[in-house]
């Protein structure tokens, strides 16, 4: 089975994976970073200015393939403000 | 007394500990549970005590190594319910509940001591206070479950694992089996994961955030609190869930 890292990217900063997961494929690799964004979402978000999470996968072959979560807020002034700029 | 009887009653120490912490216990009840107790049997890492689904005929205590109680889910998922360390019993509810509704699995090489329930019957008959005592161990790992539906519920992963290493010493502290804010901890991450109830991935990161910030050092073996204040403080751990106090019951 080949093995995947998954590097976490979050307002803390980078944490690269040094230890890795053996999975099937990419497709079962990417199922698992969706489940830990689930996990890790529900808690960054919690902090105020932690908007976004990403998983970066590694393979060691190609790219990394991301997946990764953000959250936006937008005031009625900045929907506003965008609707005047249309 | 026999040779058997004599490494029963040491390997049953741990047990008498933890009960001791909480209500005396006399020689005649000392003895009582060491004539219970039939069979010695090594688990090896990974193999179950007990099965979902099964009906048991005795009840074990763990004299020595980490048990976890877990069930697991149809997509592969586990989840643990409880980690036991040495001197639990980890399924004494079997003895009136019948039939396992979850599984009891060894995490590392565990030492079971076996007792089968028409003994513990036998107990329960002549032994009221003893028998309470065995009733109040349950109601202790109902705190711990209590107390791991709160971390569940409302608090962050990071919290979790903290809080699960605040409780896992304080619990081997409190029966003379960790010093110095240092204990084994033998278990694979994989299995932190399931009793914090995250991935693995996950884990992976809390716990290099842990050993980051200085507050853990642990490489798989012995697990080491540098900084017990901030960890406990960071977990909002308060250990007063494990009934550590002595009183008639």
């Given at each position: 089975m080949p093995r995947y890292y998954f590097d976490v990217r979050d307002m803390e900063g980078t944490f690269v994976d040094e230890m890795g997961?053996?999975?099937?494929?990419?497709?079962?690799?990417?199922?698992?970073?969706?489940?830990?964004?689930?996990?890790?979402?529900?808690?960054?978000l919690r902090e105020l200015n932690h908007d976004a999470v990403s998983i970066a996968?590694?393979?060691?072959?190609?790219?990394?393939?991301?997946?990764?979560?953000?959250?936006?807020?937008?005031?009625?002034?900045?929907?506003?403000s965008r609707q005047a700029t249309d | 007394m026999t040779l058997v009887d004599l490494d029963i009653e040491g390997l049953l120490e741990p047990f008498f500990s933890k009960v001791g912490l909480r209500d005396d216990l006399s020689g005649h009840e000392r003895r009582a549970l060491v004539e219970a107790a039939?069979?010695?049997?090594?688990?090896?890492?990974?193999?179950?005590?007990?099965?979902?689904?099964?009906?048991?005929?005795?009840?074990?205590?763990?004299?020595?190594g980490y048990s976890a109680r877990y069930r697991d889910l149809a997509g592969g998922d586990r989840q643990m319910l409880a980690l036991h360390v040495t001197g639990d019993f980890v399924d004494l509810h079997s003895f009136l509940l019948k039939e396992m509704d979850h599984s009891v699995g060894a995490l590392t090489r565990c030492l079971v001591v076996e007792f089968p329930h028409e003994r513990l019957v036998s107990v329960t008959e002549r032994f009221p206070h003893l028998t309470r005592l065995l009733w109040l161990m349950t109601l202790l790992d109902s705190a711990i479950n209590r107390e791991w539906l709160v971390g569940l519920g409302r608090k962050s992963a990071a919290q979790r694992t903290a809080h699960?290493?605040?409780?896992?010493?304080?619990?081997?502290?409190?029966?003379?089996?960790?010093?110095?804010?240092?204990?084994?901890?033998?278990?694979?991450?994989?299995?932190?994961?399931?009793?914090?109830?995250?991935?693995?991935?996950?884990?992976?990161?809390?716990?290099?955030?842990?050993?980051?910030?200085?507050?853990?050092?642990?490489?798989?073996?012995?697990?080491?609190?540098?900084?017990?204040?901030?960890?406990?403080?960071?977990?909002?751990?308060?250990?007063?869930y494990l009934h550590l106090v002595k009183e008639h019951r």
């Open positions: 997961l053996d999975l099937p494929d990419m497709d079962a690799a990417i199922r698992e970073a969706r489940k830990a964004l689930a996990d890790m979402v529900r808690d960054a996968i590694r393979d060691g072959a190609d790219g990394p393939v991301v997946v990764s979560v953000s959250l936006t807020t937008v005031t009625p002034d900045q929907l506003n | 039939d069979e010695l049997v090594w688990y090896e890492p990974g193999s179950d005590l007990v099965v979902e689904g099964e009906r048991p005929r005795r009840s074990m205590l763990v004299a020595r699960l290493i605040c409780e896992t010493y304080t619990r081997l502290h409190a029966i003379g089996l960790a010093r110095d804010h240092q204990f084994s901890f033998p278990i694979t991450q994989s299995a932190m994961a399931d009793a914090v109830g995250i991935s693995t991935v996950h884990i992976n990161r809390v716990l290099q955030e842990l050993r980051q910030s200085h507050l853990i050092v642990w490489d798989g073996g012995d697990l080491t609190i540098r900084n017990w204040g901030e960890l406990a403080a960071t977990a909002d751990f308060d250990d007063r």
